[in-house]
């Protein structure tokens, strides 16, 4: 059974789904759609590495993964896991910025 949005505490009214894939809305708290930001991450994500590493390798021992774990994510078919975002944010200045622009 699914609630009504106004039956359901505000907290979790705000994550309701929206058109918006905006990651900068969801930083907000606004309203944003999960699945479209989930579409277009792995290709921020690529343009975030080509933009701050040389290639698949260097990005690979700046994060300590392995090379195919790297590449895939040079090649934008795969999205890292949080703690690999959390780290570029603390480690490169730009990042927070950069991830959290309009996608």
């Given at each position: 059974m699914t609630l009504p949005l106004s039956r359901l505490p505000q907290e979790y009214v705000r994550f309701q789904r929206a058109p918006s894939g905006n990651f900068a809305d969801m930083l907000a708290g606004r309203p944003c759609d999960p699945q479209a930001f989930r579409r277009v991450y792995p290709?921020?994500?690529r343009e975030f590495l080509r933009r701050n590493f040389r290639n698949p390798l260097h990005a690979a021992v700046f994060f300590d993964v392995d090379e195919r774990t790297a590449r895939h994510w040079w090649e934008g078919s795969t999205a890292p896991q949080?703690?690999?975002i959390a780290?570029?944010?603390r480690a490169i200045p730009s990042a927070?910025?950069?991830?959290a622009e309009a996608a």
């Open positions: 290709d921020r994500w949080a703690w690999v780290f570029a944010v927070m910025s950069f991830l």
